[in-house]
Structure formats: structure tokens, C-alpha cells
């Protein structure tokens, strides 16, 4: 008698462990050190490729504010 499907599925399931140990996958830590560009006023952070439609939303939607009033240091990227 062989090893059933339960049995394949585990020695394969611990072959795929063993190759993978080490890799991370998670962009969780990239992401939140790229968040460079905070709101003066309620200190969001947003990540540094925001664009300015973005930021000017959140300053007139959360505080009835403009984008310099609520990110006095934001410079836009030149579109590449």
C-alpha cells in the first residue's frame, strides 16, 4: 500500500518550506519607512510618490484646508 494524497501533499508542502526559509515577502517594513510626506496638521503620513491630487484632497476632504497650508514642504515630482 502506497501513501495516500494527504501524504504527498505534506512531504510537498515541507519540501516547498524548506526551499523558501529565509525569503520575506512582506513590503509592510518598505512601505512604511517610504512614508516621507506628513500632513502638518493630523501627522498622516503618505508614501513619497503621492502625487499632489492626492494630497490636495486629503487637505480640502479632512481639514477644509489647501495642499501648502497642510504640506508647506511638498515639492512635486516632475512627471517622467
Do not use: Y
Not at 13 to 41: F, P
Not at 51 to 58: G, I, K, N
Request: hydrophobic content about 30%; some cysteine; aromatic content about 4%.
Amino acid at each position: 500500500m502506497g501513501g495516500g494524497n494527504g501524504a504527498k501533499a505534506a512531504s510537498k508542502r515541507a519540501r516547498k518550506d524548506k526551499d523558501d526559509k529565509g525569503v520575506a515577502k512582506s513590503q509592510l517594513k518598505v512601505n512604511e519607512q517610504a512614508k516621507d510626506i506628513q500632513c502638518d496638521i493630523c501627522k498622516s503620513t503618505f508614501l513619497k510618490t503621492t502625487r499632489a491630487p492626492a494630497l490636495t484632497e486629503h487637505a480640502a476632504n479632512k481639514h477644509s484646508k489647501t495642499l501648502e497650508d497642510c504640506f508647506p514642504n511638498f515639492v512635486a515630482q516632475p512627471a517622467k
